[in-house]
């Protein structure tokens, strides 16, 4: 296979790494995007594509679809190369002639990447659902850990498990849809954001807390659910059609922790304000970063790449400017799609 030559790799699809796209594209730069996941969008498609996001400066209110979406429509004129289903692995770092450093990234499935700069917005790295035991069974046939789109719930009995926002959000986006849909929370109180929480329980959703789903039962698919409340001897069961699981997820760098870089509570990349990491060449935006102050916001996230862009750029060429000019200067030079 042939190697991906680009100037800049970015490790991340969501959506800084998908402005940080657009970014390099105003700078001139070929880059290449590299991400887990099968399509784009991060946590964002994965988690909330029909939740409304209302902190995004110029837009009242977008969707987690339509952000996405017109991220992909904004960095498209500058062509970026897409690999996705990929993790990042492997990085080393080769001399050419003249004496500049490039950075060889290698993926699992076997595609290497050669870039000048390596600008990582992994999100909070690769993230897996916390499992339901008692549902695991009907994996697919039922039960499921993302909601991607409520088509599919329509006319059906739903279970939400779980207290957070990713519950009380996917059981709002349901109830218009869905026969019916039932809260499952084995705590009182909730995680999820009191406005959220406040709307929930003005709503038709059935909400059950001290409770766990213990059993779940059917055939080719699943027909039902025990649930067990505290100080109730019997478990009461619900018609249950689809289960969603919304327990959180545990979070992993992965092989990021092996590249050399600087990691606080390993969890998260320290950078400096120039979004450098410790290791030459190699940059860090969005919600894996961490310095003093930070706050982790997509808001942010999109200040943080465009400097982490523009400072890559003077790492890949020593003579380019820092700053790159404003848009509204540079609108001929701009690409139109056809």
Known sequence: ???VEVDLLIVGGGPVGLFGAYYAGVRGLGVAVVDSL???GGQVTALYPEKQIFDIAGF???????LISNLVEQAAPYDPVYLLGQEAQQVERVVREGGSDLLVVRTGAGTEIVAGAVLITGGIGT????RLPAGEDFLGRGLEYFVPSSAEYAGKDVVVVGG???AVDW??????VARSVTLVHRREAFRAHHGSVEQLRASSVRIITNAQVTVTDGGAQLESVGVVVAGESEPRTFACQKLV???GFTANLGPLRGWGIALHDNRHVVVDSAMRTNVPGIFAAGDITEYD???????VGFGEVATAVNNAAVHIDPAAQLFPGHSTDNTASVPVPA
């Open 1 to 3: 296979m042939n190697p």
């Open 38 to 40: 099968s399509e784009v």
């Open 60 to 66: 009242p209110a977008v969707s987690g679809r339509g």
């Open 127 to 130: 993230f897996s659902p916390r």
């Open 164 to 166: 957070g926002d990713s």
């Open 171 to 176: 059981a709002l986006m349901l109830e218009p």
């Open 245 to 247: 699981a919304a327990l």
């Open 293 to 299: 102050g930070k706050v982790r916001l997509i808001a």
